[in-house]
Structure formats: structure tokens, C-alpha cells
């Protein structure tokens, strides 16, 4: 066990080095008015997210979700389903296993890998989660839920630098995320100390 966890802590220290500063490309912000969200682009959608208020912020989320859930085939989208009612049911080795069929036959589609991962970490199968979030990130280094998944990567094994690092990323992006808002607020202190 105290190999396995050191090589993971290596993993998650590599992952950390390519993928966080790698993000840093993908903050920037504009305001722009109210307009119908599904005809919105991608881009457009995370440039609104970021100055949004909380009420706005959870509808293009809803928005960008479904766009990042779309694989443009009907039979990828009824894997990444599978998948997700399997993880409801806590049923982790069914959802890995749509899930891998997810990724084998669309490996570019980012969302699978990222599900796949939300699999393999309550499976308690890490080494596999980190590499499925690396493949994530790099297809689309926007989607701050797997940029807090990395987050809470770094947490569970003791980084707190770098998991509060990976949640700034993830805030930059969707500034009104209350996950990773509370996830910074838990390790604020034991990250940028106390106030005297």
C-alpha cells in the first residue's frame, strides 16, 4: 500500500506540473448581454459563466453541460448515460465498463474520460482516475468539474498546495461553483495561513 501511494503521489505530482500551469491559458472574461443561452457557443457560454451571478451561473452551466455531454453520435450518448445511471446506483464496475466502451469507440470525446475517472476514483482505483482526468484535461482544459476532480485528487492525498491551486483554476472559470468555493474555504487556512 505505502508503494502504491507513493506512486501515485508521483503521478499526481507529474499531472500537476503539465496540466495547472497549462490552464492559466484559459482565464479571461467579457460582459455581454442577455441573449437566448442555446444558441450560444461554447466559448460564448464560459465567457458569460465567469462574470454571471449566482441565478445565471446555474443556467449556463446546465448549458454547458449538456454541450459537453453531447458526443454527436446517439450510441456514445446512450454509453455516457449507461454509465451515469450505473455511477447512481453506485454500481462502479458496470459504469466503468460503459464507460470504457465510452472512451475505446469516441477517444476524443473529453466527457467520457472525465466520467470515467469519477468512476475509477470511487472505485478506489486511482492510478487509472488520475490518467482518465489527465486525458480530460487535455481535450478540454475548460471543464472545471474535472479541474476540481484533480482538485480533490491532490486533496485526498495530502497535497493541499496544489489541490487549492487546482480549485483557483476551476474558480477562474466558474467563479459561482459552490464546491469549489467551499473546498478553497476548508483549505484556506492551511494554504495561505492566518491572518494576524
Known sequence: MGRTCANLKAIVAAISLSVIPSLSSVVAAQTAAPVNLSSL?????????????????AALERELQAVWSSSGSPSMDLLLRRGRDAMERQDWAAAIEHLTALTDHAPQFAEGWSER???????????????????ALALNPNDYNAIFALGQVFEFFGDAKRAYAAYERAKAIHPNHEEVTKAMDRLSVEVEGRAL
Open 117 to 135: 475517472a469519477r468512476a475509477f476514483f470511487n472505485a478506489e482505483r486511482y492510478g487509472p482516475a488520475v490518467a482518465d482526468l489527465e486525458q
Open 41 to 57: 457557443g461554447e466559448d460564448a457560454l464560459l465567457e458569460r459563466l465567469r462574470d454571471a451571478d449566482p441565478n445565471d451561473a
